[in-house]
């Protein structure tokens, strides 16, 4: 918020220089973001008085001008077409200095001498607004008499400096001339004068102009009306003008600014109504109806909705509340009677409708942090009071006031001793009764009890915290003591969970394998191209109460859309090959913790494609890792819905199902624009973490040779190889050191309903060499429980 100084010293003195007092404001809790001196790039222009005017002998459009400065005669030679004798202009003498770094200096134009320079409006960059005839063709010339020499910044409202505060949504009673002037007193220890507020008034009742109904008391706790009568539009004197200027308001007339000069002064955002475009002298304030269209001043028509508050008459919409007014309502040259509005709006509200209607105005900016509803009528008199002093119209005596439910004043019972506690600073009681009194609050002091109460328009405080800062922030935060970073540290570790998922990655990493990421916030209509059944536990997704959008409206119940994505992508932008793993959680809104809340467990997905990866590839993969973490797994056929039939199977360790593994389903690739044949595995950790067996002891080589067997069965189609090996590994008892299957034939040697499987068997003693017959006595065992379990016999 940007404030003028000459117009904050009316109401406070600054006896300090703009650097200490931007400090010195800073560190009492007032932001100041920098102090601009308006007139720093205009020096040594003074008045001048043209006195005779001489063509110039070697131009045509040149003229010799002699011009009174007050101390001197200069000779200025000039192309401007207005100048004529006896008009007071703007004089940039040599050693002058204009906006833009520009140095006047003697010169010589067409052979003869200038001693200066005459300056134009934009020259000394003055706006229209502030000085009106700025914008005229040529040089600027005077309206008014001054004294020749005199400095023109005074005069064209350009010698002030502008202070940007920093006012933060806390502290809505800052966004006002009044609010900064009262903190400056407090901050510098200077008094801050209040004008006093008083309106003469002629007679007559509000009744006979205008008729007033708030429909919607929740919405605007407060609605004061004042009618002026016989209104005398004009031009704003240049004091108003200047004040309006240097906080970045343009003027336009003298109604339209005294509501603008009281909304900057005050905090009080108004609005001023010709009550001739009122229809039947009736205003209503309601809520909006459904599809209701407005004009707005800035003569933009926007649409309205029910949860908009607007100022109406009896037939339609004329003002926005607390954002802007209609069109039809505004103040122009030939408004005779105009009705003054001060009221205060529920701030959520509007900050809901400007952002609705895309339009921030300088009142809805104060209405959203707060306005507050006790002072809307000082406010309301302020600016009658103005129109008296401009002489600007007639003000009627009578004053409608709609406030039904004044909030009650604020009290606040605390102590010395905590306050002092809470801030850290021994602060005696009396100081604190000073401080919080030159803030205008009431304080009751009473040994270390002390009762507070709180001024009506500082609405941000509610309680002893409230209290304590205010003491702190004016007492200084200088008396807070400094001290070393103190706490204790603790050293830093890796959870449980995160030395798994290390381990996993490393595992895997080792394997060839590239790990992904993807969102765990998903499209629902992902689990469709899966094919899962309607009556599937992971179609009870948990939904995002504020998604993005739908295809980011759910979290992921299964890894496995994800992967898949990937790879589709991986496959359409050309990769031949991919090696893929995701780790992340997957959320089960079927089942709950004992706090309530949606089951959470981590998962690991397996995604692969590419000429040398098939099932057996992915299956070893995924029993190296398990290995690794000392789990040992039987391998039972088994399909996911999204896998192929009898390309699929289920590790299973201690009952447990660990891991799913299987080719994807033709229907499942095609729905994923998938072009080529896919494994996919899905690794639960949580049962993972459960099986898992710390490293044992390490064993040393072995100091035996190991007698290598191969062994080829035929058996049934139907008999699971996995099954087989676990028998085999079983029968061969301690000296079978691994057993491993390397291939499997089907061909036309073998009958109908026949498979060849071979195994590679390793056997070995920790204290001995075997010999033939140890081995063949094993085998020989191995071939009958195969035969026994399974008619699997010995391929000749």
């Known amino acids: 918020m940007k404030v003028p100084m000459q117009w904050l010293k009316q109401y406070a003195d600054v006896p300090v220089s703009a650097p200490e007092y931007e400090e010195q404001m800073i560190m009492h ?26 063509k110039h002998e070697n131009s045509d459009h040149m003229v010799i001008c002699q011009v009174d400065v007050g101390d001197e005669v200069l000779q200025i030679v000039t192309g401007a077409p207005n100048v ?63 004294p020749l020499g005199a400095d023109v910044r005074p005069i064209l409202g350009i010698d002030d400096q502008i202070v940007d505060f920093e006012i933060l949504a806390n502290r809505p009673d800052c966004q ?29 009742k509000m009744e006979d102009y205008v008729h007033i109904e708030v429909r919607d008391t929740d919405l605007c706790p407060r609605y004061v009306a004042r ?15 200047k004040a309006l ?15 603008n000069y009281v909304m900057l002064e005050t905090g009080h955002p108004m609005h001023a109504f010709d009550l001739s475009k009122v229809r039947d002298g009736h205003i209503i304030v309601r809520r909006a109806h459904e599809g209701e269209m407005i004009v707005t001043l800035d003569g933009k028509e926007r649409a309205l909705s029910p949860d908009m508050l607007v100022i109406a008459d009896q037939e339609r919409a004329t003002g926005i509340a607390g954002v802007m007014g209609g069109e039809e309502s505004e103040i122009v040259e030939g408004t005779q009677t105009v009705m003054f509005e001060s009221a205060a709006f529920e701030h959520a509200n509007i900050r809901v409708t400007s952002r609705a209607l895309g339009l921030r105005t300088e ?191 759910v979290m992921r119940s299964t890894l496995v859309p994800s992967m898949l994505q990937t790879l589709a992508l991986n496959q359409n932008r050309g990769n031949e090959q991919a090696m893929l793993y995701e780790i992340a959680p997957v959320f089960d809104a079927s089942a709950r913790t004992e706090e309530g809340l949606p089951d959470e467990h981590w998962m690991l997905s397996i995604g692969a494609y590419g000429s040398q990866i098939d ?83 390490v064993k040393p080589l072995p100091r035996f040779p190991a007698v290598t067997r191969d062994l080829a069965l035929v058996m049934d189609e139907s008999v699971p ?47 001995r060499t075997l010999v033939d017959e140890d081995v063949n006595a094993v085998m020989t065992k191995i071939l009958s429980v195969c035969e026994k379990e399974y008619g699997a016999v010995i391929r000749a």
């Open 176 to 204: 006002c001339v009044w609010g900064v002037a009262r903190e400056t007193a407090v901050t510098l220890g200077t008094e801050f004068r209040k004008p006093e507020v008083k309106v003469q008034g002629v007679p007559g």
């Open 363 to 553: 009142a809805s900016g104060r209405f959203e942090k707060g306005v507050c509803p006790a002072t809307a009528r000082e406010a309301i008199d302020r600016a009658c009071q103005l129109v008296e002093l401009l002489d600007a119209g007639d003000v009627i005596e009578d004053t409608v006031d709609v406030y039904p439910a004044p909030a009650p004043t604020k009290i606040i019972e605390t102590s010395v001793r905590r306050i002092c506690k809470r801030i850290s600073v021994d602060v005696p009681g009396e100081k604190m009764k000073e401080i919080l009194e030159s803030l205008e609050f009431g304080v009751e002091l009473s040994g270390d009890r002390m009762v507070v109460t709180v001024p009506n328009f500082r609405e941000d405080v509610e309680m002893e915290a409230d209290i304590s800062e205010e003491v702190l922030r004016i007492y200084g935060f200088e008396h807070l003591s400094a001290t070393l970073l103190r706490g204790e540290t603790t050293p830093g570790g890796r959870s449980p969970r995160m030395q798994l998922t290390d381990k996993l990655g490393r595992i895997l990493t080792g394997l060839g394998m590239y790990e992904i990421k993807n969102f765990s916030f998903v499209s629902p209509k992902l689990l469709d191209r899966l094919g899962l059944a309607a009556d599937d536990p992971r179609r009870e997704q948990l939904r995002l109460l504020n998604p993005l959008g739908e295809d980011t409206s």
């Open 29 to 54: 809790g007032t932001g100041v973001e920098g102090i601009e001196d308006m007139g720093a790039q205009v020096q040594n222009v003074v008045v001048g008085r043209i006195l005779s005017v001489v």
């Open 721 to 767: 190889v996995g099954t087989v090996l676990a028998s085999i590994r079983k029968a061969g008892g301690a000296l079978l050191e691994s057993a491993e299957m390397f291939d499997i034939y089907r061909g036309a040697q073998m009958l109908t309903g026949k498979k060849s499987v071979a195994f590679s068997l390793i056997f070995r003693s920790p204290d």
């Open 245 to 259: 200027h240097g906080c970045g308001v343009r003027s336009i007339n003298n109604i339209v600014d005294i509501t």
């Open 227 to 241: 009618v002026v009568k016989n209104v005398r539009v004009a031009a704003s004197p240049m004091w108003l003008r």
């Open 615 to 697: 099932f057996y590839a992915v299956r070893n993969a995924v029993t190296e890792m398990l290995r690794q973490f000392g789990i040992a797994c039987e391998i039972e056929p088994a399909a996911e819905p999204y896998h192929h039939p009898g390309r699929a199977a289920i590790l299973r360790a201690q009952a447990s199902v660990i891991a799913r593994i299987g080719e994807v389903h033709p229907d499942v690739l095609e729905a994923f624009d998938m072009t080529r044949r896919a494994l996919i595995a899905e690794v639960d950790l949580r049962a993972l973490d459960t099986l898992k067996k710390p490293m044992g002891e």
């Open 84 to 146: 004529f004798e006896g008009a007071l202009v703007p004089v940039a003498k040599c050693g002058a200095v204009l906006p833009g770094g520009k140095h006047i200096k003697k010169g010589k134009l067409r052979g003869v001498e200038s001693y200066g320079m005459l300056c134009s409006g934009p020259e000394l960059d003055v706006p229209v607004d502030l000085y009106p005839s700025v914008g005229d063709e040529g040089i600027l010339i005077f309206n008014e008499e001054y």
